[in-house]
């Protein structure tokens, strides 16, 4: 059986390593391993939305709510919008693209993603017959090249991607950027992806009210802890949201998941400990590697950051090898197209994993 074209012509999507992978792999102990590669949260979810879980088993045998309406007012309160102007999948925030593709791509449109970013909006685009056209950050800068962005508008462009932060560059895009893109082609939708919006503390919600080519990403994989239960949410005006529902999935979203996701939105002091956190480990990576010769480490707003790692004498697949032998996943970058081989992205841990990883970093370099 012969798949379709654009199947043939695609390459897998890489994800970060795993626990069980790395344990397997080099004969350690799952719990010994210190894990910076997904952007996670450490600290586990709430206590609340694990006891809503277990509360909620027993009723697995039954289809999960379709509407999901408590979910969305709590969502909404959360963001400070309506709830007219809220969408949430399953699958994390990759449900919400792949629902924007089925509902506004159509076969040869065009979109544009800066490099480097985020590839999954690329992978999941042009299996609806989308083309990929770059633009670019400039890593000089640690800023969007924003001519880069005018640059590649065609009359194809449907959609323009631009996640702030950025992953892997931990960077902010000013709000006078992203109004001045969506003003000037007000016929292309303008993704701006928060999916780590928490730990930068700044959002670009209040957007949706001024125009209706702006649609806003978002995810519970980070902050708010629920990466395995895989919930994203989206926020625009009233109109597209109604197009996307009329395409979701119905129930995309599990019974354990919902109570997951409303729980944890009610957990107030759990959301702001997990940010207060994350924003200090940031700053305790950032501070310590900044200190050790031959890597250049960029600030972030994130709950990751980049490195480059080429005065070291090592790629970022040799040091990236290195550190899981000695029980450290770290993100490899080398599959980020925009990115040469250099380049390494960590993520936040507990102070005492970040300090062994400090020390094992270090034992590696040395």
């Known amino acids: ?89 399953g699958d994390g925030a990759d449900e919400i693209i792949d629902v924007l593709a089925k509902t506004f791509i159509e076969n040869e449109d065009e979109f544009i993603v800066p490099l480097p970013s985020y590839m999954y909006y690329e992978y999941l685009l042009k299996q609806y017959g989308a083309k990929p056209v770059y633009a670019k950050w400039d890593l000089d800068k640690n800023a969007l090249d924003v001519e880069s962005i005018f640059n590649a508008i065609t009359p194809k462009t449907k959609m323009i991607f631009l996640c702030t932060p950025n992953n892997p560059t931990g960077t902010l895009i000013d709000k006078e950027v992203l109004v001045d893109i969506a003003s000037k082609n007000p016929d292309v939708l303008i993704v701006i992806d928060e999916a780590y919006f928490e730990y930068s503390e700044v959002t670009n919600k209040d957007l949706i009210n001024d125009f209706n080519n702006i649609f806003i990403i978002r ?85 990751f950051m980049l490195i480059n790692v080429k005065q070291t004498g090592f790629t970022a697949s040799q040091l990236a090898l290195e550190l899981m032998k000695r029980g450290v996943i770290v993100r490899d970058c080398t599959s980020f197209k925009g990115l040469d081989e250099y380049w390494i992205r960590i993520s936040i841990c507990t102070l005492d994993e970040d300090a062994n990883f400090i020390k094992i970093l270090k034992e590696v370099l040395n």
């Not at 709430?46 to 909620?56: C, L, T, W």
């Not at 990466?227 to 949201?241: D, K, Q, V």
């Open 1 to 89: 059986m012969k798949a379709r074209q654009i199947v043939e012509e695609m390459d897998s999507y890489v994800p970060g390593r795993s626990q069980d992978e790395i344990a397997q792999d080099f004969g350690l102990k799952k719990e010994d391993i210190i894990k910076l590669g997904s952007n996670e949260n450490p600290w586990g979810p709430s206590p609340k939305a694990m006891k809503a879980i277990q509360d909620e088993i027993k009723a697995i045998n039954r289809y999960p709510e379709s509407q999901l309406h408590e979910l969305v007012s709590e969502i909404a309160a959360y963001s400070g919008v309506k709830d007219s102007q809220v969408i949430i999948g």
């Open 219 to 303: 995810t519970m994989s980070k902050v708010l802890g629920l990466a395995g239960m895989r919930i994203g949410y989206g926020l625009a005006c009233e109109e597209i949201i109604e197009y996307m529902h009329r395409i979701k999935p119905v129930f995309s979203l599990t019974r354990l998941s919902f109570v997951a996701a409303l729980n944890t939105f009610k957990d107030k002091e759990y959301i702001e400990s997990s940010i207060r956190k994350g924003i200090e480990s940031r700053q305790y990576l950032y501070d310590e590697i900044s200190k050790i010769d031959g890597l250049y480490v960029f600030p972030s707003k994130s709950n």
